[in-house]
């Protein structure tokens, strides 16, 4: 609050904005998958994932799916309760009418989804690896400052604003919170969840060739 004392908006966002923001994303972190896929880390890293390979399913698309159901959960159980928290203490913004909730929820299921996609690619690097404590804790390091999570990217100054424009990161936090403040209102609205899609698109495609270079040959350690 205390940037906002001699200015009323700062890269297009005023103080209510950014204290909703605030809240918003705290309530997205753990939805949106940001702290990384351990469960499959070390599920590889174990050799549990053999099981896993053994099911008549799809493996992306599994994962995806316990995935969701986690980020329901953490919507729920861990997103509200902070949002609920600050509203007891700071004035927020809420989503203008049902269309903003709307494409708030699309935004959010899109995110998800990007952030899985994601977690899961750095996941596989332990086929190879085996161990990826240290390329694990960079990525989501890397993911939660572009993605807008520690400060908002319409702070960030010149060529480091527009490296985070380019990164497929902001559309995990970033935009998701932008179009829960109504800043993107008819066609940029769809220009965001056409973003969103497209990152989730790049992103499963480049799992699914991963996966199969690494599914090729699975060497399990001690047998």
Request: proline residues 4%; neutral net charge.
């Amino acid at each position: 609050m205390a940037l906002y004392r001699h200015r009323s908006s700062i890269g297009g966002l005023d103080a209510a904005d950014v204290v909703t923001y605030t809240f918003v994303t705290q309530g997205l972190l753990a939805c949106t998958g940001t702290f990384g896929q351990a469960e499959i880390t070390d599920r590889i890293r174990t050799g549990d994932i053999i099981s896993d390979l053994f099911r008549p399913l799809h493996f992306q698309a599994y994962w995806a799916s316990r995935d969701m159901g986690r980020a329901v959960f953490q919507a729920i159980f861990r997103g509200i309760p902070p949002f609920v928290v600050g509203a007891l203490v700071f004035h927020l913004r809420l989503p203008s009418n049902g269309w903003a909730g709307l494409w708030f929820t699309i935004s959010l299921l899109l995110a998800i989804e990007l952030g899985f996609a994601y977690g899961l690619l750095v996941a596989m690097t332990g086929f190879w690896l085996i161990d990826t404590r240290g390329p694990t804790q960079l990525a989501i390091f890397v993911m939660q400052f572009f993605s807008g999570a520690v400060v908002p990217i319409s702070f960030f100054p010149g060529a480091l604003h527009t490296v985070a424009e380019v990164l497929p990161f902001s559309s995990i936090i970033q935009l998701p919170v932008e179009v829960f403040l109504g800043i993107h209102h008819g066609v940029a609205v769809l220009g965001v969840l056409g973003r969103q899609l497209l990152w989730v698109t790049v992103l499963v495609g480049l799992n699914e060739v991963v996966a199969r270079r690494a599914l090729q040959r699975v060497v399990v350690q001690g047998g």
